[in-house]
């Protein structure tokens, strides 16, 4: 049996290809894939040539990036947003017929271990396509707020809306992880949200969603909200800034818009140096901090109570409730997987801009 996979061959050039599927070994189980979700950050930057693993080995006993590239082209395993029905299964743990979000890699069909691969079943209510987040990008959103609580309780976090609740948020960027990450902190009692981001189309999406959105090219987003939010006298601007566009601009900004000794959550993913990031103004006169909250990583102290399985919980949680908006408004595009390569270079080369492309599967695929 085999699969239809999608593979970056070179800068630019994405293909189908043909390839074996594992063997059936005792224990495992066969998915045929339904949807398959397309990351704008990670996916596009082997497409584009930029991510780091293409230059440089990665050594996770130092956690230094140093000698030659370790995932040196073809990439074969482009993608983490997979949902996936289950077509044959040699374990009770999960049976035939079980429609689950799981994380690898666009491809028509996947033989999985449930001792190694993330099986996580959707409940009916939740529309199937949205499962694309629950695996793994609702995780990473999730995981943010998670780093916000723990900034303020350390490892005695209770809830996900610790670092939030009551408190007046901002958000740099409107892309998914942003805007997931904004209906997170409103779902979790955040006092006020408001998105910041330059792209008219990506704030309407943010005001269907019921966000509040700034333009910060028409204004200064700081001065503004540094005027709305008063803690007292030399004290304002917003309790915490979730920073998700993978700009050093953008991340010189999210420190503008804090308050004195406040907490930038960073979620972005940045390929290239920081001419616009200036750590001796702001970061520095207003004693601010960065914290970095990679999916990798929960914050110290919180594992294993606050796991993987736990963030994608949330995410299923959230999706109960947003849902349908989130299906309505984010989902921008569906694409068959035959097109999938075509869908990648052209919004690597930035001649089609989405802010979340769903690539589908037919019936029988795999």
């Known amino acids: 049996m085999s699969d239809r996979v ?52 990665w050594d996770p006993a130092l956690g230094l990036f140093r000698g030659p590239a370790e995932l040196p082209y073809p990439v074969t395993r482009l993608g983490y947003m997979q949902v996936a029905e289950v077509v044959a299964s040699d374990t009770p743990a999960v049976p035939v017929g079980a429609v689950g ?55 005695d976090v209770r809830g996900l809306g610790d670092g939030v609740r009551g408190r007046r948020v901002a958000v740099t960027g409107a892309g998914v992880v942003a805007l997931l990450t904004a209906l997170f902190a409103r779902r979790h009692g955040a006092a006020a949200v408001v998105v910041v981001d330059p792209t008219p189309q990506r704030r309407q999406v ?33 309790d915490l800034v979730f920073q998700c566009r993978g700009q050093s601009g953008a991340l010189h900004l999210a420190l ?36 970095c909250a990679q999916i990798g990583r929960v914050p110290r102290g919180l594992a294993p109570t606050w796991d993987r399985d736990r963030l994608s919980a949330e995410t299923i949680d959230l999706l109960r409730h947003e849902g349908p908006a989130v299906r309505r408004h984010l989902v921008t595009a569906t694409v068959p997987f035959e097109a999938g390569p075509q869908l990648l270079t052209d919004l690597a080369a930035g001649r089609r801009h989405e802010i979340q492309a769903v690539l589908t599967f037919p019936a029988g695929g795999s």
């Open 6 to 57: 999608m593979v970056v061959t070179a800068p630019g050039e994405v293909i189908l290809r043909q390839a074996a599927s594992a063997a059936a070994e005792p224990g495992t189980f066969r998915v045929r894939t339904l949807f398959s979700g397309v990351s704008a950050g990670t996916e596009l930057s082997y497409v584009k040539g930029t991510n780091p693993y293409l230059a440089r080995g």
């Open 101 to 155: 979000a799981m994380t690898y890699g666009h491809r028509t069909g996947y033989r999985a271990d449930p001792l190694v691969d993330r099986f996580v079943p959707l409940p009916d209510e939740v529309d199937p396509l949205l499962g694309v987040y629950v695996a793994h990008m609702g995780p990473i959103c999730a995981n943010g707020l998670l780093h916000a609580a723990a900034d303020l309780y350390g490892p």
């Open 206 to 238: 943010a005001e269907r969603l019921g966000l509040d959105t700034l333009d910060p090219s028409a204004v200064d987003a700081a001065a503004v909200l540094k005027t709305r939010w008063s803690h007292g006298a030399g004290d304002r601007g917003a």
């Open 256 to 291: 503008r818009l804090l308050r004195p000794q406040g907490t930038v959550i960073d979620l972005a993913f940045y390929q290239g140096g920081a001419p616009d990031l200036h750590l001796g103004e702001e970061f520095h006169h207003n004693g601010l901090t960065v914290r």
